[in-house]
Nanobody
Framework: QVQLVESGGGLVQAGGSLTLSCAAS????????VSWFRQPPGKEREFVAG????????DYLNSVKGRFTISRDNNKNTMFLQMNSLKPEDTAVYYC????????????????WGQGTQVTVSS
């Protein structure tokens, strides 16, 4: 089973940038669709971006399209989320997960959640 560790969060001003990393252990990472989710305070966990195993297809939450870019390096068992033009509404704990199957947007379809990394965007 894949275990994931998120990192790279922090405090940034609106308009700034951050790059999150998701490091995976286990040999199945390179064969799995993987995604980023986020959970704002007091709200449900929501899909942010996902990418197929071979990086040929990616999908994004509408509100982050054009600002966030998901990528992965299967040789290093790592996934990334480049976040530009950050807004206060992007403030959340960000998590990564590996998809077992089904809808990309359903958190229950994922395994391997780490502890998350906090992103705080000040106005």
């Amino acid at each position: 089973q894949v275990q994931l560790v998120e990192s790279g969060g922090g405090l940034v001003q609106a308009g700034g940038s951050l790059t999150l990393s998701c490091a995976a252990s286990g040999r199945t990472f390179s064969r799995a669709t993987v995604s980023w989710f986020r959970q704002p305070p007091g709200k449900e966990r929501e899909f942010v971006a996902g990418i197929t195993a071979d990086s040929t297809y990616a999908d994004y939450l509408n509100s982050v399209k054009g600002r966030f870019t998901i990528s992965r390096d299967n040789n290093k068992n790592t996934m990334f989320l480049q976040m530009n033009s950050l807004k206060p509404e992007d403030t959340a704990v960000y998590y990564c997960g590996t998809l077992r199957g089904g809808s990309w947007e359903a958190p229950n379809n994922y395994d391997g959640w780490g502890q998350g990394t906090q992103v705080t965007v000040s106005s």
